[in-house]
């Protein structure tokens, strides 16, 4: 399960964002000040840091540039999220290192949209590689292949999608939107 790092010191709105990335089945840690989220993004690893810019203690530009700094090849991806929406803020975060830079207020499904695109650029972590079993049935995702009862099945990529995710999720009631937002992208199916 894909993992990130919520750095915010606005408490209420730092349980907002967990609460919704939880909700898309990712595992998701909050530090409330520059300091501590650097310290916990050094030995987490998380998959993605959600930073704020404006943090008491370090803020998000040096929280960035320290993540940045390491030479380890497992950094995390960078989502700035922060009211600072003037042009110089922009770069100055993407300057910093940051992935992408969301404006407050913001809406959950953008939200929501542009963290699942900054988990696939990164790549999938090692346990969503492994392959997955059901009784005869066989999904490879390094591949994208499976197989049932020894024979290959053909799939589109979306049934392909559909059926790993379904697999990740196992005896787990999982709801229309949930499906349409993890294997659509929050579109609708047709």
Sequence with gaps: MPS????????????SVRRALE????????AHDGPTGLVVATRDRPDLVILDLMLPGLDGLGVC???????DAEQPMV??????????DR?????????????KPFEYDELLARV?????RRGAPADRCEIMTLADLTLDPATRQVRRGGREVELTALQFDLLAHLLRHR???????????AVWGGGSAA
């Design 23 to 30: 909700y898309e089945s990712l595992d998701v840690t909050v």
């Design 91 to 103: 770069v100055s975060g993407l300057d910093a290192g940051a992935d992408d830079y969301l404006v």
């Design 4 to 15: 990130v790092l919520v750095v915010e010191d606005d408490a209420r709105l730092a349980a």
């Design 171 to 181: 005896r787990q009631v999982l709801g229309r939107q949930q499906l349409l937002d």
């Design 65 to 71: 540039r320290a993540l940045r700094a390491t030479l």
């Design 116 to 120: 699942r695109a900054l988990l696939r």
């Design 79 to 88: 989502l700035m999220l922060t009211a600072r929406d003037a042009t110089v």
